[in-house]
C-alpha cells in the first residue's frame, strides 16, 4: 500500500516558468513532509520540509504548500532553470523526533528546457 | 548541510559472494542511521533503521539474515549483503540523522551493486 504518492512520473516546463510538483498521502500521522532531490547514480539532497502545523514554506524559489484536510502536498519552483532538471522525491516521516523514518513518493522526474 | 559517505560507490561481485556497504557520517554524530534499496525507476524503499549500539529494525518483507547491518559507532554503520544473488542488484542508499537536530536526514551518495 503506497501511503506517499507521486501520480505524475514526470514534468517538463519551459526555463523561467513554474515548475508544480504534487504529492497525495494518505496517512493522517504523518507530521512532517519534505522533499528531495536526486541525480542519477546520486544520493538524495534535502530541497525543503514543511511541519504539518504550518501549510507553507518558502526557501528562495522553492515553496512547498501544505494542504491537511485534502492530505495533498506540492513544491514549486520559480523561475525554473535548467539545474532544475533531476527526479524530486516527497517524503512523509513518521513520528515526532527526527529520527522517524521516511517514507518516500515514487518519484517526479522534471525536465527544465532551455 | 551534512557530509555523509559510502564505500564503495560501485561494486561487482560473483553470485554467492558477499558484499560489504560502509557508510559513514562525516561531520556529525548519527544516532540513527537508515538503509535503503532503490529499484531502477522506482522509489528509495527503507530496508532497515539501525540505532547506535542497538539491534537493526528491519522492514517487512527484508531478510534479516541476508542484509547483516551493524551500527558499532556514532559514524559507522555497515551493510552486508550475503550470498550475494543477481536479484540483489541494485542500489543501495544509506542516511543518517541525529537525535535533537531540527533539519533531516542527509543521503549518502549510494552504492550500485551488480551481482554476476
Known amino acids: 500500500d503506497q501511503q506517499v504518492k507521486q501520480n505524475s512520473p514526470s514534468l517538463s516546463v519551459q526555463e523561467g516558468r513554474i515548475s508544480i510538483l504534487n504529492c497525495d498521502y494518505t496517512n493522517s500521522m504523518f507530521d512532517y513532509f519534505l522533499w528531495y532531490k536526486k541525480y542519477p547514480a546520486e544520493g538524495p539532497t534535502f530541497l525543503i520540509s514543511i511541519s504539518s502545523i504550518k501549510d507553507k514554506n518558502e526557501d528562495g524559489r522553492f515553496t512547498v504548500f501544505l494542504n491537511k484536510s485534502a492530505k495533498h502536498l506540492s513544491l514549486h519552483i520559480v523561475p525554473s532553470q535548467p539545474g532544475d532538471s533531476a527526479v524530486y522525491f516527497c517524503a512523509a516521516r513518521e513520528g515526532s523526533s527526527n529520527t522517524g523514518k521516511l517514507i518516500f513518493g515514487q518519484g517526479t522526474t522534471l525536465q527544465v528546457k532551455p | 548541510g551534512a557530509v555523509v559517505s559510502q564505500h564503495p560507490s560501485w561494486v561487482i561481485c560473483k553470485s554467492g559472494t558477499s558484499v560489504k556497504i560502509e557508510c559513514r557520517s562525516l561531520?556529525?554524530?548519527?544516532?540513527?542511521m537508515f538503509w535503503y534499496r532503490q529499484f531502477p525507476k522506482k522509489s528509495l524503499m527503507l530496508m532497515a533503521t539501525s540505532n547506535e549500539g542497538s539491534k537493526a529494525t528491519y522492514e517487512q518483507g527484508v531478510e534479516k539474515d541476508k542484509f547483516l547491518i551493524n551500527h558499532a559507532s556514532l559514524t559507522l554503520s555497515t551493510l552486508t549483503v550475503t550470498s550475494a544473488h543477481p536479484e540483489d542488484s541494485s542500489f543501495y542508499i544509506c542516511?543518517?540523522?541525529?537525535?535533537?537536530?531540527?533539519?533531516?536526514?542527509?543521503f549518502g551518495p549510494g552504492t550500485r551493486l551488480t551481482v554476476l
Open positions: 542516511s543518517a540523522s541525529s537525535f535533537g537536530r531540527t533539519d533531516t536526514q542527509y
Open positions: 561531520d556529525f554524530q548519527a544516532t540513527t
